[in-house]
């Protein structure tokens, strides 16, 4: 059993244990190419969730590691077989759920790991911040916390080097060889704005790419995997960590 796990705990040993930051990771159920399982964003939340919750823990962090959500959101993968959809305002509904229950409770920092490049909890945590005023509430993407050029030589966002590193090292028996994968060849709009970054579309999924992914995955290693692993959830330790110490009605820099 690990404490700071909630689904592998229990009301004995949690009845009276101190509890200063809830971390939700946040996943999505959806296609990653061909080789890598509909599961990818959710293996990868609950394993960095999980060993960053065990780092921060032995450092005295009072962690509770909440189960992962599954579904995120994929409008933009509608015509893709089983890409499970939630609605940002479903997300809306599911949070403010749970961010009820934590208040009620005396729980008033709450972490949520996004795993999923879909999801965007920006806004809502600032309808619910407006509702919930004695609530910290952040939201972090791991897959933003590091420079992924210093660990992987080939660009991508979706079932590419990295996240097929990630998979090979994490459950490399649900990778199928790299061979039987496809390219992740990216198609870029016409758009010259959204071309550039400085404006913004929803990509169609199937108009973007072939293989549903984006970014060539055929370079990923498992040691590459590894060492990205440990890097970045000991960066989610770190943030976790200060969550957890910093006073929350005074928590700006003079």
Not at 58 to 66: H, Y
Not at 112 to 119: A, K, M
Not at 180 to 194: H, L, T
Not at 226 to 231: D, G, P, T
Request: proline residues 4%; negative net charge; aromatic residues 10%.
């Amino acid at each position: 059993m690990r404490p700071y796990i909630l689904a592998e705990t229990n009301w004995k040993a949690i009845k009276e244990q101190q509890i200063d930051l809830a971390v939700l990771p946040w996943g999505a159920t959806e296609a990653h190419n061909y080789h890598l399982p509909y599961g990818t964003d959710v293996i990868e939340a609950d394993y960095i969730s999980a060993e960053a919750g065990r780092i921060a823990w032995e450092q005295g962090t009072k962690v509770m590691v909440l189960p992962t959500i599954p579904f995120g959101v994929n409008t933009g993968q509608s015509d893709i077989t089983l890409d499970i959809n939630l609605n940002p305002s479903t997300q809306l509904l599911i949070l403010k759920d749970i961010v009820e229950v934590l208040n009620r409770q005396g729980i008033h920092k709450l972490l949520i790991i996004n795993s999923h490049g879909g999801n965007d909890f920006k806004p809502i945590l600032r309808e619910l911040g407006l509702k919930y005023p004695e609530m910290f509430l952040v939201t972090c993407s791991w897959f933003q916390a590091l420079d992924k050029k210093e660990y992987f030589d080939e660009k991508g966002d979706h079932a590419d080097e990295m996240e097929t590193s990630l998979i090979l090292y994490l459950t490399p028996d649900l990778v199928l060889p790299l061979e039987e994968a496809g390219e992740g060849k990216e198609r870029k709009s016409k758009v010259r704005g959204i071309k550039e970054g400085w404006a913004w579309s929803e990509r169609k999924w199937s108009m973007v790419t072939e293989d549903t992914g984006i970014g060539n995955p055929k370079a990923a290693t498992k040691e590459k995997g590894e060492r990205y692993f440990k890097a970045v959830t000991q960066k989610m330790a770190e943030l976790m960590q200060d969550m957890a110490q910093v006073d929350f009605r005074n928590r700006y820099e003079v």
